[in-house]
T-cell receptor, first 113, second 111 residues
C-alpha cells in the first residue's frame, strides 16, 4: 500500500513569491490534514478536510494561506506571498474511517530567503 | 486545554546504554498516544501507538508505556545504537480526534 505522497520535498523561494505544496493521501482515506512544523517544535495543525470539506481551518492564516481539496482526494496548500517566517516543514497526513491513527507523508521543507 | 510536555529537550548517552524518554500530559481524556521518530530534515516515522485502554506496547528494542492516571508515557530504548540518534516526539489523540504534540526530545547516541 502506497503511503502519503508529498511534493516537492524541498523548496527555496524568495520572500513575497508564491509557493504551492501538493499531497496525495493514502487511497481510501477521507480525512486529510496539513501541518506546519517549525524547527525544534511539534507539528501544528493548519487545516483538516473531511472529503472535500474543510472542517477545521481555525489555525490557517487566511490572509496568505489557502488550501483546496476539490475532488476529496489530493490537496494543495498555497502561500501567497511567502514571508521569511514561513520557513518550516509542511506535513500532510491522512486517516481512514476510524480517525484513530494518522499517517504522515515525508513533508516539504520550505526555505524563504 | 491539553498540554503535552517532553523532558528533557535533548539527551546524549553512550552507545549500548538503556534509556528512557518522558512525555507528560494534562488531560487523561485521550483515545491513544503515539511515539514518533524524526530524522533531521525528514518526515515522521510512527514507532508505537498505545490505545487508551492499554498499558504498554513493544516493538523490538522499543517499549512504550502509558499511565493515564498520572498523565505520563515513557519510551524505553534498550541497548542504544548510533542509528537511534533522532528526535523523538510523542503525540496524543484527544477527544476531538486532534493530535496534540510535544516539542520532542533530541537524542544523540555517542559511538
Amino acid at each position: 500500500e502506497a503511503g502519503v505522497v508529498q511534493s516537492p520535498r524541498y523548496k527555496i523561494i524568495e520572500k513575497k513569491q508564491p509557493v504551492a505544496f501538493w499531497c496525495n493521501p493514502i487511497s481510501g482515506h477521507n480525512t486529510l490534514y496539513w501541518y506546519l512544523q517549525n524547527l525544534g517544535q511539534g507539528p501544528e495543525l493548519l487545516i483538516r478536510y473531511e472529503n472535500e470539506e474543510a472542517v477545521d481551518d481555525s489555525q490557517l492564516p487566511k490572509d496568505r494561506f489557502s488550501a483546496e481539496r476539490l475532488k476529496g482526494v489530493d490537496s494543495t496548500l498555497k502561500i501567497q506571498p511567502a514571508e521569511l517566517g514561513d520557513s518550516a516543514v509542511y506535513l500532510c497526513a491522512s486517516s481512514g474511517t476510524s480517525k484513530y491513527e494518522q499517517f504522515f507523508g515525508p513533508g516539504t521543507r520550505l526555505t524563504v530567503l | 486545554k491539553q498540554e503535552v510536555t517532553q523532558i528533557p529537550a535533548a539527551l546524549s548517552v553512550p552507545e549500548g546504554e538503556n534509556l528512557v524518554l518522558n512525555c507528560s500530559f494534562t488531560d487523561s481524556a485521550i483515545y491513544n498516544l503515539q511515539w514518533f521518530r524524526q530524522d533531521p530534515g525528514k518526515g515522521l516515522t510512527s514507532l508505537l501507538l498505545i490505545q487508551s485502554s492499554q498499558r504498554e506496547q513493544t516493538s523490538g528494542r522499543l517499549n512504550a508505556s502509558l499511565d493515564k492516571s498520572s498523565g505520563r508515557s515513557t519510551l524505553y530504548i534498550a541497548a542504544s545504537q548510533p542509528g537511534d540518534s533522532a528526535t523523538y516526539l510523542c503525540a496524543l489523540l484527544d477527544s476531538n480526534y486532534q493530535l496534540i504534540w510535544g516539542a520532542g526530545t533530541k537524542l544523540i547516541i555517542k559511538p
